[in-house]
């Protein structure tokens, strides 16, 4: 039962761009994990079509869009990503608290209370730290902004965030059990740490509190990328109650 537990809290990272490639991975990784991402590169060479070669083949969706852009604009994409019937959606918290109440207000008209996609709020890129905030302006530090905003997406009727793993805790502290945080940044104790600068093994972000974690590359590019995944889900399997 752990280790089912585990493998839920698992999304891939589909970071390739053909539909060989989709279902390639969807099939091999169908039980391995309990979800895929779809990001920007995938879905601008593919479009919808990769939604639904996931869904067709009994898998869920994260779709890493992160949309940003006026009020109106983000609450009709993320309209149209819960129509898709993606699971997880996410826009750029740095938006503001107009854009993400506006897209809540959007899809509670359009769903009227049904099941439908859960929004997420990027905080700050697991790619980023102090020095990359203050070249744009941004005097505070990684972890204070973080919790900004993520009160700020709360405050806003946003489902949870996605976040470094080493600013869980933090957001737990200031938004709640109930609160979703999704982390990137994630990598096994097998893997390299390639272009992430604020990471954890999959066992430490989720005794930190992450409801599910991003991984990419520590299974696309093992050797054997089933036992890649399996491991990944016994280690965590070994810190939940």
């Known amino acids: 039962m752990k280790l089912e537990i585990a493998r ?29 991402k779809i990001g920007k590169q995938l879905f601008t060479s593919c479009g919808p079509a990769a939604v639904k070669a996931i869904l067709d083949r009994g898998g869920e969706v994260f779709l890493d869009l992160k949309y940003h ?31 993400m ?9 359009e769903f009227k209370g049904a099941c439908r996609t859960k929004v997420l709020a990027v905080t700050i890129l697991t790619s980023s730290n102090e020095e990359t905030l203050r070249g744009i302006g941004i005097d505070h530090s990684v972890q204070d902004m973080v919790v900004r905003l993520a009160k700020l997406a ?5 489902h949870g965030v996605v976040a470094s793993p080493q600013e869980v805790a933090l957001i737990r502290e200031a938004c709640g059990s109930d609160f979703l945080i999704v982390t990137p940044g994630v990598r096994p104790t097998f893997a390299s740490a390639d272009d992430q600068k604020r990471i954890m093994t999959p066992a430490e ?7 599910y974690l991003v991984i990419g590359r520590p299974i696309a590019a093992a050797e054997d990328p089933l036992k890649a995944a399996d491991l990944i889900a016994e280690e965590i399997a070994t810190v939940l109650p």
């Open 8 to 36: 839920e809290k698992v999304i891939f990272a589909l970071d390739v761009s053909t539909m060989a490639e989709i279902e390639k991975w969807a099939t091999a990784l169908s039980g391995k994990v309990g979800m895929f």
């Open 69 to 99: 852009d006026i009020p109106n604009t983000v609450a009709m994409a993320t309209v149209e990503a819960a129509r898709l019937g993606a699971k997880l959606s996410n826009l750029h918290a740095l938006g503001g608290y107009e854009m």
């Open 101 to 109: 109440a506006r897209t809540m207000e959007g899809l509670d008209r």
């Open 154 to 158: 709360k405050s806003a009727g946003v």
């Open 205 to 211: 972000a989720v005794s930190q509190g992450a409801d």
